[in-house]
């Protein structure tokens, strides 16, 4: 009897284990309808993410972004955004501090058409924590900008853009 | 049973209500200062100074630019002039830092290639017949730089065939709008 016991917990805890590991991400996953990644500013102005402290200093965040979507339909479901911001360390791509970390998921969905461009396809990002937004335009099929509240693109930097990249197996 | 409802009813109006953005504000959205140690152009012919960062890869190939091994990005600094009455294009300058000719100054050297030339306005890029488009030509004969208009701001590099370039996490093809002063630094 307690042996019985013991392979049914054993098993069960294996079971588990293996259904909860976390695929890895691989853009041609079709459950996944792309992976993005980006270097953008940061400033006092423009915390285009919620959780980012007002008092932080910030001039630099990398997104990577992972775009769900359903296997048959390829409708949108879900999205999760990992970033890490702070000060850029000169002479690398990394961070004072190594910097802080960010996350956030939720639902997304797609808008065609905006007032100034019937053309537009706008992917929206919902938070589920903090129920707050933020949206892009698609360009073409590999790339992703940021938008401001009007929907207008982001304005960039010298050394830096709004601009989110497919990422794409080598 | 009537705070039931009306609480029932705030729950469902705040689930379906508009999600409060975290997008930038639009009067946060502006237009970046650039430091340069090179006279500032100014003046009714001059329509704008956009400048990036994009990788090297493609895009110095496009332009025949021999470039340090490894090359991770290139250092754009682009110009453009526009007749002051018709607002038509007339030329453009455009400084690439990190690939082209050998530069020395005092305690090193780096790659430098400025292009000058004439730019135009056309019309259709891939699917979309009525995207704006900035031609710039390269001195090469038939060979253009081609700079798809996002808006007032943004312009994104396009390969040879008019499509976007995809940059990485790190370096996007995407020039900026900028605003520059008399800085301090480097020859760059």
Request: net charge positive; aromatic share 8%; with cysteine.
């Amino acid at each position: 009897m307690k042996q019985r016991r013991f392979i049914f917990t054993v098993s069960l805890l294996l079971f588990i284990i293996t259904s909860s590991c976390p695929q890895t991400n691989s853009p041609e996953d079709p459950s996944i309808r792309g992976i993005f990644t980006a270097s953008t500013p940061c400033s006092q102005g423009t915390r285009p993410l919620p959780g980012i402290p007002a008092g932080v200093d910030c001039e630099l965040i990398k997104w990577n972004l992972v775009l769900y979507q359903d296997k048959s339909t390829k409708a949108p479901t879900t999205y999760t955004l990992h970033c890490s911001y702070g000060m850029a360390k000169q002479g690398t791509r990394g961070f004072i501090g190594g910097g802080k970390k960010i996350a956030m998921e939720g639902p997304w969905t797609i808008m065609k058409g905006t007032a100034s461009n019937s053309h537009s396809v706008i992917y929206q990002l919902k938070d589920n924590k903090t129920d707050k937004a933020i949206s892009f335009l698609r360009i073409g099929n590999d790339l992703l900008h940021l938008l401001d509240s009007d929907l207008r693109l982001m304005t960039g930097t010298a050394a830096w853009s709004y601009t989110l990249n497919r990422l794409r197996n080598e | 049973m009537k705070s039931s409802l009306i609480a029932f009813a705030t729950v469902l109006c705040s689930l379906h209500g508009k999600p409060l953005t975290a997008q930038t504000a639009a009067a946060d959205n502006k237009i970046s200062v650039s430091g340069t140690y090179r006279p500032i152009p100014t003046g009714p012919s001059l329509f704008g100074v956009f400048q990036g960062r994009p990788p090297c890869q493609g895009i110095a190939g496009q332009l025949q630019l021999p470039t340090d091994i490894p090359c991770e990005m290139l250092k754009w600094s682009l110009i453009l002039y526009r007749e002051p009455l018709q607002l038509q294009p007339t030329t453009y300058s455009l400084s690439i830092v990190g690939g082209g000719d050998i530069v020395k100054q005092e305690g090193g050297s780096y790659r430098q290639k400025l292009l000058e030339g004439k730019w135009a306005i056309i019309r259709g890029m891939g699917s979309d017949p009525d995207a704006e488009v900035y031609r710039l030509e390269t001195g090469r004969p038939g060979k253009y730089l081609y700079l798809w208009k996002g808006d007032e701001n943004v312009l994104f590099i396009l390969d040879e065939d008019k499509t976007p370039r995809v940059g990485n996490e790190d370096f996007s093809y995407t020039l900026n709008r900028v605003v520059l002063k008399q800085g301090q630094g480097k020859l760059k």
